[in-house]
């Protein structure tokens, strides 16, 4: 096994006033050569919006965009035609292919939204924009790992890739395990809140850690604790 750590107070940061932004890996005006991606990981930005703000209309093409709201309502708007809302328990992907402009706003005025948005190289070049999004029972996640994203998996929001996204939500004390697809793939885990221990390697609220040249990784919650899972091709 091998192991690439990133912890939280390492991130990229931008805080414009209406957006407070936190970059596991390089994004905007935060390089870092060291951390480009991760496999076919390539942004996991851990966002906060201020009531009422958010992204005007820009363009995105040959991207799988993932949005996991983390708390409050992100208002969605683009040029597929859709026009939602989504909010904790809700995974949204868009498949820009070979082209899409879109904005998001905070959907509330008396609010902040968090969410966290998560970008991954398609398996697929210049296909037809695609969106979807999906509600997931926050109690099928307790104490068990829920499977949000996948390209297998008709309960799952579908990516034009061989990734997987997985969010689980643990008492203290609490293990399991997560048994990877692909022996060639990696896993990157996201820790949202508490402390976990994963093949033995602690984590922090907010730290990220890089999972290579293992099966499955051991999960042991070292207080209640939320964790993202993404399996992604490490070969792009």
Do not use: C
Not at 75 to 92: A, C
């Amino acid at each position: 096994m091998k192991t690439i750590l990133h912890k939280a107070n390492t991130r990229g940061h931008a805080n414009h006033g209406w957006l407070n932004s936190y970059h596991t890996f390089s994004f905007a005006g935060y390089h870092e050569p060291s951390r480009v991606h991760f496999g076919a990981l390539r942004v996991l930005n851990d966002d906060t919006v201020a009531a009422g703000m958010g992204f005007g209309k820009h363009p995105h093409d040959n991207m799988e965009i993932v949005s996991i709201p983390l708390s409050g309502d992100l208002e969605h708007n683009d040029t597929t035609g859709r026009h939602e809302i989504i909010k904790e328990g809700d995974v949204q992907i868009m498949t820009a292919g070979k082209g899409l402009s879109h904005s998001e706003k905070n959907a509330n005025h008396n609010k902040e939204v968090k969410f966290l948005q998560i970008w991954v190289l398609p398996k697929e070049k210049n296909i037809a924009p695609r969106y979807e999004q999906k509600s997931f029972p926050l109690a099928e996640r307790k104490n068990q790992l829920q499977t949000v994203v996948a390209p297998d998996d008709a309960n799952a929001v579908w990516i034009n890739q061989n990734a997987w996204f997985t969010l689980g939500s643990f008492d203290k004390d609490n293990t399991t395990s997560y048994q990877l697809h692909n022996t060639n793939s990696g896993v990157y885990a996201f820790v949202i809140k508490g402390s976990i221990s994963l093949n033995g390697v602690a984590l922090e609220e907010r730290d990220g850690l890089g999972i290579t040249d293992t099966a499955t990784i051991d999960i042991k919650a070292d207080t209640d604790t939320e964790v993202l899972l993404i399996e992604v091709p490490m070969q792009i």
